[in-house]
């Protein structure tokens, strides 16, 4: 285990993560040890994730790496937490409004390990330091507008995104009667994008 300048790191938490980012195995170097040992449950490819602590956020990723039986992965080195940060404003798409409260996520390059989150202030804008450098999937959404991704290489020096989120556009849709339906039953239900013009609100029947 290393810092970012190459400094050993001691009692790092690490965790082997199968391509669903399910932990298939994990450890911890021992207090005053910057060294790990894991042993995977298979064959597979599999992502290491490196944490001061157990349930600590991840400082540190490395991966695809490929396990094969019988043949073990040695020497591998980790680097923990950094210099780099990424900045986050998110805006309404219609009016370029700051959107304040919005929810930001912070995950590993195949968009599924979770690695930071965090809302952003009132001028729509959010702040994820403490990185190291590589490959992110940064997401931002809230509850009425529809989320939005993009994959950012972060280095050495902050890293900056705009993100101008659409309005989502939502719909009740009220059953009566008929088999197996309860009458007075509502549906909620959002538009995605486009005109909800293939709902037929008359005839009670969703169709394209």
Not at 2 to 8: F, I, S, V, Y
Not at 13 to 39: H, I, K, Q
Not at 44 to 49: D, I, K, P, Q, S
Not at 141 to 167: K, Y
């Amino acid at each position: 285990m290393r810092g970012e300048t190459g400094e050993p790191v001691w009692g790092a938490y690490v965790a082997l993560l199968n391509v669903d980012g399910w932990t298939m195995a994990e450890a911890t170097c021992a207090p005053a040890g910057d060294r790990f040992e894991l042993e995977a449950p298979g064959t597979g490819t599999y992502w290491l994730a490196v944490s001061a602590a157990k349930g600590g956020k991840a400082g540190g990723w490395l991966g695809p790496l490929a396990v094969q039986e019988g043949i073990g992965l040695q020497g591998l080195e980790l680097s923990m937490g950094g210099a780099a940060s990424i900045s986050v404003l998110v805006l309404d798409a219609a009016s370029r409004h700051p959107l304040a409260g919005a929810k930001v996520l912070l995950r590993d390059a195949r968009g599924i390990a979770f690695q930071a989150s965090g809302a952003t202030d009132a001028a729509g804008r959010a702040e994820i330091s403490d990185l190291t450098r590589g490959t992110y999937r940064l997401e931002a959404e809230t509850e009425e507008h529809l989320p939005r991704a993009a994959d950012l290489e972060v280095g050495s020096t902050p890293t900056e995104r705009t993100f101008e989120l659409e309005r989502a556009s939502r719909i009740v849709v009220e059953v009566e009667g008929g088999r197996g339906a309860a009458d007075g039953m509502c549906v909620e239900a959002t538009v995605l994008a486009g005109d909800p013009g293939w709902l037929d609100l008359a005839g009670g029947v969703c169709h394209r």
